[in-house]
């Protein structure tokens, strides 16, 4: 299989355990409140790797403690978004053809569909991102062998109780569809430039929706006033 076929077949099946599986769960006995539990538990796991892929390793925004470390590196496992090192060169790609060719997932370059289910080319990386990337040997080793702790998870999960692992591609799902709300809907206005988001997408991502800010001032860890994750999980992080 190719590259962009992997990423399809992980979407899709993710997807399908989790629009298949919550209903099922539900059907056997699961209640809201249990699914407000994990609801909320996964949004801060992805609310946090999304921090660690984001502000910590693509653009060097602040350098989290040991332990922080860790568990940002395992989160980002858990998302099965991608590896590190695919992230940060994927998403300073993006930063360095915004909107034009060669950005990796611009809604005009490769359209909605592909991008719901993942399908976009392999970014080659520049010297200077590999510079960006070599520099944390966590995150090297964590992307070479990123598909292995996540096969181990899913073991664990499926050992301990099975429905975890409707609640591992619902983790996937939920922060995709994030994903796909903010790179489709902040990169689609008639200039192509990128445009902040509402105060709904704000409640879900806590200042990622701040996205024109972002790309104005790529360096900065609080995007706005309403950027609660620069200005409250971070300090929590160092």
């Known amino acids: 299989m ?14 399908l355990i989790t629009f ?18 994990w609801f909320i538990l996964a ?5 946090l790797a999304n921090c660690g892929y984001h502000r910590w390793l693509a653009h060097n ?20 978004e991608a590896p590190p090192g695919h992230y940060i060169v994927t998403h300073l790609t ?8 060669g950005d990796p997932h611009g809604p005009k370059q490769i359209g909605f569909w592909r991008m719901l ?4 080319e392999e970014s080659k990386p520049t010297t200077a991102i590999l510079r960006t990337y070599a520099k944390n ?19 664990a999960f499926a050992i301990i109780n099975p429905w975890l692992l409707v609640w591992l591609s619902f983790i996937f799902t939920y922060g995709w569809m994030l994903c796909i709300n903010l790179n489709y809907r902040a990169h689609s206005g008639k200039d192509g430039a990128p ?19 972002h790309h104005d001032n790529p360096g900065s860890v609080i995007y706005g006033s309403r950027d609660t994750t620069g200005r409250y999980i971070v300090p929590l992080l160092q």
């Open 94 to 101: 993006h930063h360095k053809h915004s909107d034009k060719d």
């Open 195 to 213: 445009k902040n988001l509402g105060i709904i997408s704000n409640i879900f991502m806590g200042g990622e929706d701040l996205h024109k800010n």
């Open 117 to 120: 289910f993942g399908r976009w």
């Open 2 to 15: 190719t590259y962009i076929d992997k990423l399809t077949a992980k979407t899709i099946t993710l997807y």
């Open 20 to 37: 298949i599986g919550i209903p099922l769960w539900f059907s056997y006995g699961g209640t809201l409140l249990q699914s407000f539990f």
């Open 61 to 80: 925004m602040f350098e989290p403690n040991w332990i922080s470390k860790k568990m940002l590196l395992y989160f980002m496992v858990l998302t099965a």
């Open 137 to 155: 040997k966590d995150a090297k080793w964590v992307t070479t062998y990123y598909w292995h702790i996540y096969a181990l998870t899913v073991l």
């Open 43 to 47: 949004a801060l796991i992805s609310r």
